[in-house]
């Protein structure tokens, strides 16, 4: 390896140790070894540092109104995001989830999502438009309101169903309102900015307990519970007439 890579690999690292992973899809000339030591060492870092704490264990969470309200406080910038619950949803297995104070620590997501391997063009997202969604979107475009949604249907008396053209699937305007008002009750959400969150994100779900995620979740006792809860709604909803969307 030459003196060129060696000193970007000082300097990446440098810029790992102070919690900024590295753009990997902005190093074109960068041979592949070294963009993977790098993003290995920041793989490794402890789920215990400081940074990674304030999202976990924050000072502060909010609420659907604070997150909604005109000066927002969500920044327009890529992050994590970490969701709390007041009340936890039916049959999920809390096993140890982190908790503070009555809250209970159930879902991590980001925005945006990591870049097209291929090399599209990635997401512009940020955690302003995400977070925001999640709170007042609609089962279609959050997975966590899926997913929410599957868990309460009994008790918030809501449905997944076909909607509109019969492509999408939500709980119809007035499920997912409620489903809405229930968040505004019962979820909270704090959020930490990172340039590259999908790979603390992998961190994240390997090291905590959480019920609610999914994707690269497959070691957690409920993920088989929720996946066969969501298929067999997506099942029903397709065998129900479509609704006006």
């Not at 007042?136 to 868990?151: I, K, Q, V």
Request: net charge positive; proline share 9%; with cysteine.
């Amino acid at each position: 390896m030459n003196g060129f890579y060696v000193n970007k690999l000082v300097t990446t690292s440098i810029s790992i140790i102070n919690r900024s992973p590295p753009a990997v899809a902005g190093w074109p000339h960068i041979p592949t070894e070294v963009a993977l030591t790098c993003i290995s060492f920041w793989r490794r870092r402890d789920i215990n540092s400081a940074n990674l704490q304030t999202l976990i264990r924050p000072p502060k969470v909010y609420s659907r109104r604070d997150v909604l309200e005109k000066d927002s406080p969500v920044p327009r910038k890529p992050g994590l995001y970490a969701w709390f619950f007041k009340e936890i949803p039916p049959r999920v297995i809390l096993e140890n989830c982190v908790t503070l104070d009555e809250l209970t620590l159930l879902y991590v997501g980001i925005s945006p999502k990591a870049p097209p391997r291929g090399g599209g063009r990635p997401s512009r997202q940020t955690l302003w438009h995400r977070v925001r969604y999640h709170y007042r979107g609609n089962a279609e475009g959050s997975t966590l309101r899926l997913t929410l949604g599957c868990l309460l249907s009994k008790r918030l008396g809501i449905k997944l169903r076909r909607v509109g053209s019969g492509k999408r699937m939500t709980f119809t305007h007035q499920g997912e309102e409620k489903l809405s008002q229930w968040m505004d009750q019962h979820a909270l959400v704090s959020w930490l900015e990172n340039p590259a969150p999908w790979v603390v994100e992998e961190q994240l779900i390997r090291s905590l307990s959480l019920p609610l995620n999914l994707q690269g979740n497959e070691h957690h006792s409920f993920h088989p519970v929720l996946s066969a809860i969501r298929a067999q709604a997506k099942a029903s909803a397709r065998e129900l007439p479509v609704v006006p969307g």
